[in-house]
């Protein structure tokens, strides 16, 4: 794997996105975030270049996530239909750290760009099942994509499971699970597309799991 590079705690270019952060802390005594671990394993600081996938219910997801995991700055992959004017797009990139991607025509240039930003030390958000999953039907089957990110960038992969709110209310729960190395699922000297379907496949598991585990331990306590 390659060196892993730390992000900056403290730096001028990220002075919008801090304050807004810092202004919107007091959401978080509304909605008391409750981090669920699946192993021991799985507390260990997301420290350096991570990339975090989640399972994608809502348009607050992200502000979901960054409540709970409020100590990394996140950025965000987000489709570019998001990004069409020049103040949405100033304020998606500079201000909430936004990867615009084309969902349909996804480009090497957009690959490249999510790779920079993880090897540069960021946390980097994505949502595999590709689309808002609106009909509660459980966790959709991830893409692959985050699989040759995270090797070509040398960088774990990190599950994180949003538990559905029943009430505007409700505390928000966030299932976290152990980190994935993708270069554990190579076959020969290189990953296989048979290879990224497995790495895939697993994470959706993990996804799984994370959801019984939320659903099992803290559905009452989230609905109350």
């Known amino acids: 794997m390659k060196e892993k590079k730390k992000s900056n705690v403290l730096s001028f270019r990220y002075l919008i996105y801090d304050l807004i952060r810092i202004f919107a802390s007091p959401s978080l005594l509304f909605f008391r975030p409750k981090k669920i671990y699946i192993s021991e394993k799985a507390k260990t600081k997301m420290r350096s270049g991570v ?10 997801d992200p502000m979901y996530l960054l409540m709970g995991i409020w100590k990394r700055r996140l950025r965000f992959v987000a489709m570019d239909q998001m990004f069409k004017t020049k103040f949405k ?18 480009s090497i240039k957009s690959f490249k760009e999510i790779v920079n930003h993880l090897e540069n030390g960021e946390a980097v958000t994505i949502f595999p099942e590709g689309h808002v999953n609106v009909n509660e ?13 995270a090797l070509r960038s040398g960088t774990p992969i990190v599950p994180v499971y949003i538990l559905r709110r029943k009430h505007w209310y409700s505390r928000l729960v966030i299932g976290v ?3 994935v190395n993708a270069n554990e699922f190579k076959t020969g000297e290189r990953l296989s597309l048979e290879d990224v379907d497995k ?10 799991e994370l959801e019984k585990l939320c659903t099992e331990k803290y559905h009452g306590m989230a609905t109350k």
Do not use: Y
């Open 51 to 60: 990339l975090i996938i989640s399972n994608h219910i809502s348009l607050f």
């Open 89 to 106: 797009n100033w304020f998606l990139t500079k201000c909430c750290l936004c990867i615009p991607i084309d969902r349909e025509h996804f």
């Open 137 to 149: 039907e459980g966790v959709q089957a991830f893409k692959g994509g985050m699989v040759m990110m």
């Open 177 to 179: 699970g152990e980190s």
């Open 199 to 208: 790495a895939s496949q697993f994470l959706h598991e993990q996804e799984v």
